[in-house]
């Protein structure tokens, strides 16, 4: 039911779509993933191939869409927009309103110098998401955050029960706290900061 790609059309892919069932997994395909060198098949009998190229495909895809509850996953906003161009108006950046009051929460002790205007856009975005979680902690919620909080992060001080924001990047750390994605590990006891979060469900 779709044109079908040719050879020569090869290095002008953008992406990759492999369709299972309800699942849909993309990979941007960059140059580098378009190689030309010899190989070696071993599939059925050991035979030299030479002169063609191939498209290497990553470990893991750059997303992964649920069509039955139409729910997306990704680690990297940037290569996402890659694939779903019109991406960027869903994501959206807090507005100066929800970025002043989010500096003046009671938990975020922001310097008199960092003001919004220095709020970067990936926080901005940040904040659009966060911002409702926050608000619905409880007092006791808050309290173990931040209590927890200088095991992993040494350079962002707590001053009268609230994050001491002086620059973007203490600011991103505090959000990061704000949504759990610092953790230790069951086994090895690393401290770990997860760039991405899979909510699971059905687990007990």
Excluded at 194 to 204: D, E, P, R, Y
Aim: hydrophobic share 40%; with cysteine.
């Amino acid at each position: 039911d779709f044109p079908q790609l040719k050879k020569d059309q090869a290095t002008d892919l953008k992406f990759l779509c492999v369709i299972q069932g309800k699942y849909r997994f993309y990979q941007r395909v960059t140059p580098s993933h378009i190689v030309k060198k010899k190989w070696m098949t071993v599939s059925d009998e050991f035979s030299l191939v030479e002169g063609e190229k191939i498209i290497l495909i990553n470990d893991a895809p750059d997303a992964i869409h649920d069509t039955a509850s139409d729910e997306l996953y990704f680690s990297d906003f940037s290569i996402l927009k890659t694939f779903f161009s019109k991406i960027e108006e869903m994501y959206r950046e807090a507005t100066e309103e929800e970025v002043n009051a989010f500096l003046q929460n009671e938990v975020i002790k922001a310097v008199p110098e960092f003001t919004s205007d220095k709020v970067s856009k990936p926080n901005r975005q940040r904040i659009a998401l966060a911002q409702a979680k926050l608000a619905a902690y409880t007092k006791q919620n808050v309290e173990q955050l931040l209590q927890e909080f200088p095991e992993y992060v040494a350079d962002v001080e707590i001053a009268d029960g609230a994050f001491k924001i002086t620059s973007d990047n203490d600011l991103k750390m505090a959000i990061f706290c704000i949504e759990e994605r610092f953790y230790t590990t069951a086994v090895s006891k690393e401290k770990r900061l997860a760039n991405s979060i899979l909510k699971l469900t059905g687990v007990a």
